[in-house]
């Protein structure tokens, strides 16, 4: 089957600009994530979503992230008023939803965002 | 605060070596799940193994091996007779269950690179 999909695969702004990155996860997949991933960082996870429950923001950087995700299905993250720190790959992960059992997280092949 | 740590950064070995990987968590939850990921140079994350902290059975999947020691806190990887298609970042995982949305804690990846 399908897995997750993610667009645009390269993404090349200018500082100050607003971004959206999108992310379309597995099918029967209720859980969603995005993390990101830095040379300096490492692989950081940044919000997930499951089914309808309000997000866990908990990873997000600064109020200048946020994501939404419409009808349990497809995700955006939006990046406002971009900066070169924010030069990153983006990766989002779909998984099972288990409550108190951690499923494998599927991973899209990742937006790399470069801000210049 | 759970923690995973992966202490060699690159490994050379020549083809048909084995090579092991060497992974170090911690974690306060008593219930909480393991997990090893590839990412080839084509840069998309390969789920390769998932395991629970009540499952301390070593796993053998063809060339690929794992071993889970809660003594120790280390749940190891081990390539037996490596591949030059092996060669890729190799990262080890840890979600823990009580934590509510099961996000992946990633250690910082061991670049492997197989030498033909």
């Known amino acids: 089957g399908a897995g997750v999909s993610q667009s645009p695969s390269n993404k090349v702004t200018e500082k100050g600009k607003d971004v959206e990155l999108r992310c379309d996860p597995i099918?029967?997949?209720?859980?969603l994530y995005w993390y990101r991933q830095s040379l300096g960082q490492g692989l950081e996870f940044l919000i997930y979503?499951?089914?309808?429950?309000?997000?866990?923001k908990s990873g997000l950087p600064s109020d200048r992230f946020s994501a939404e995700r419409t009808g349990g299905s497809v995700s955006t993250l939006t990046i406002q008023r971009t900066q070169q720190e924010d030069s990153a790959v983006y990766l989002c992960?779909?998984?099972?939803?288990?409550?108190?059992?951690?499923?494998?997280?599927?991973f899209g092949p990742g937006t790399r965002l470069t801000v210049t | 605060a759970q923690k995973v740590t992966q202490a060699q950064t690159e490994i050379s070995v020549v083809e048909k070596e084995d090579v092991t990987l060497d992974c170090v968590y911690e974690?306060?939850?008593?219930?909480?799940?393991l997990f090893w990921y590839k990412q080839p140079p084509s840069g998309e994350l390969v789920f390769l193994i998932r395991?629970?902290?009540?499952?301390?059975q070593n796993e053998i999947s063809g060339r690929y091996s794992w071993n889970f020691q809660k003594s120790t806190s280390s749940f190891n990887f081990t390539i037996t007779a490596s591949q030059v298609v092996d060669s890729a970042v190799y990262f080890c995982?840890?979600?823990?269950?009580?934590?509510?949305?099961?996000?992946?804690?990633f250690g910082k990846g061991n670049q492997v690179v197989v030498i033909p």
């Open positions: 395991r629970n902290s009540f499952d301390e």
């Open positions: 992960a779909s998984s099972l939803e288990g409550g108190r059992t951690s499923y494998e997280q599927y």
């Open positions: 995982a840890l979600s823990e269950a009580g934590g509510g949305n099961n996000r992946l804690a």
């Open positions: 974690t306060r939850d008593t219930t909480y799940y």
């Open positions: 099918s029967g997949h209720t859980a």
């Open positions: 979503f499951q089914g309808n429950s309000a997000p866990d």
